[in-house]
């Protein structure tokens, strides 16, 4: 019997686990990130994000194998090759802007996206993407508004393939290193979906105690969530998400979308969201907190900070 390759084995994940382990890596996050704001040659890339040479090179080589970046084939010189992003990665824009809100607003004011605004160019102004269902036209939605209906065993699917590239790191918590951190992205992505006890996660991730542990006290210090007794006096915990904890869905919900547009042939991603109100699969899609529009890749772009131009390479 033929053994499976990595490539198979990844071909069977479903597509929410391929794309967790695609955006799973802070340096493929700012990889993509910087290329949105035009810097897309090799040497560009190394200097605007002060990265090695080595790992430059792997992360841009998972990229393209991801389907995510393309360039020229035949560029005698890797050091000016320009890297560009496929459809399917200029439409992670949606996801940028999901993850470059919420550190905007949790991630503290010393983090580089603080200053950075977003306008929306019909209106002229600066927006504050809010989050809607594009099948009915709601808008304002939070995790709790969504039902989630994983298929079976979803999430330890995703954590097989998560070890490749995703490593954890120290320092405050942003979306990055939640995303970054495979443990960190699944016990979050648990919260988000109902489970409040300790059992629970183990049971939804077969993860280690001391492994599970030590990412709740992590989310417990950085106020994503609330660890309590479960009653009065009791000693069994539940652990319950903050409004910062709250208001990372619309994140999780891009990149399921993301993932059931470009990474399942089926059209379904592994995760079925459904909005309580209207009965549909969600469709999410950021409107404009000044106008009500819905906003469109061609119509934002990035002001401030250190990131100048428009989300549309």
């Known amino acids: 019997m033929a053994v499976p390759t990595a490539q198979d084995q990844a071909a069977s994940v479903p597509g929410l686990g391929r794309a967790l382990v695609i955006v799973g890596d802070s340096w493929g996050l700012r990889i993509v990130r910087a290329i949105f704001v035009g810097h897309r040659s090799f040497g560009a890339l190394r200097q605007a994000l002060g990265i090695s040479d080595a790992v ?106 998560r070890s490749r590239r995703a490593t954890r790191s120290d320092g405050p918590i942003d979306s990055s290193r939640v995303l970054g951190d495979h443990w960190a992205s699944l016990v979050l992505a648990c919260a988000l979906m109902g489970d409040v006890h300790f059992q629970d996660f183990q049971d939804s991730l077969d993860i280690s105690p001391a492994t599970l542990t030590s990412r709740l006290k992590d989310f417990v210090d950085a106020g994503i969530l609330t660890r309590e007794s479960h009653r009065e006096g009791g000693r069994r ?39 309580r109100a209207c009965g549909a699969e969600l469709l999410p899609q950021f409107t404009c907190n000044c106008c009500n529009g819905v906003l469109e890749r061609s119509e934002v772009r990035f002001r401030g900070g250190n990131l100048v131009g428009a989300p549309q390479p």
Not at 240 to 265: K, Y
Request: with cysteine.
């Open 56 to 161: 430059l090179a792997r992360r841009l080589a998972d990229l393209v194998a991801d389907g995510v970046l393309t360039h020229p084939d035949d560029d005698p010189d890797p050091g000016s090759r320009e890297y560009r992003l496929t459809d399917a990665g200029k439409d992670l824009w949606r996801v940028m802007v999901a993850i470059r809100s919420w550190d905007q607003s949790w991630a503290g004011p010393a983090h580089g996206d603080s200053e950075i605004e977003l306008l929306h160019r019909p209106c002229g102004q600066a927006t504050h993407p809010v989050l809607g269902c594009g099948a009915c036209g709601a808008i304002g939605l939070r995790a709790r508004d969504i039902t989630a209906r994983p298929d079976a065993n979803l999430l330890r699917d995703v954590r097989a393939t």
């Open 237 to 275: 915990q539940v652990y319950r998400l903050t409004p910062a904890g709250q208001d990372f869905f619309p994140v999780s919900a891009m990149l399921n979308d993301w993932a059931r547009s470009w990474l399942a042939d089926d059209g379904h991603s592994g995760l079925s969201m459904i909005h």
